[in-house]
């Protein structure tokens, strides 16, 4: 079974990540589509630099542009999907923290 990527949910039906992404320019919206394909294709055996672990069972898939890095953290859930959490330029704490929150979201509603 092939490995699949969604978003993290929150109770008002908004999808913060995906939100995110169709604001952005095309060129860059098909880097990120790519990296999405990379964590479906190899799923939890991408490495850096693609994947960087963060803590608590997070990860930052990282996607490099001309005008920085751009980071979206997630988690494996179960049934082989990976959630996309929250998107960075950095990963201080309260970002590592806002997406622990929202991983304990999804497995509240399991």
């Known amino acids: 079974m092939k490995w699949s990527v969604n978003y993290f949910t929150d109770?008002?039906?908004?999808?913060?990540?995906?939100?995110?992404?169709?604001?952005?320019?095309?060129k860059l919206q098909l880097k990120i589509f790519r990296a999405f394909e990379l964590?479906?294709?190899?799923?939890?055996?991408?490495?850096?630099?693609?994947?960087?672990?963060?803590?608590?069972?997070l990860y930052e898939l990282r996607i490099k542009d001309p005008k920085g890095i751009y980071r979206i953290i997630y988690f494996a859930y179960t049934g082989q999907e990976f959630i996309m959490l929250k998107v960075s330029q950095k990963t201080p704490k309260k970002e590592i923290e806002l997406a622990k929150t929202r991983m304990k979201e999804v497995l509240k509603n399991e």
């Open 11 to 26: 109770e008002m039906g908004e999808q913060p990540v995906k939100k995110w992404i169709d604001t952005l320019e095309v």
């Open 39 to 57: 964590l479906e294709e190899f799923n939890i055996n991408l490495k850096a630099p693609y994947v960087k672990p963060l803590e608590d069972k």
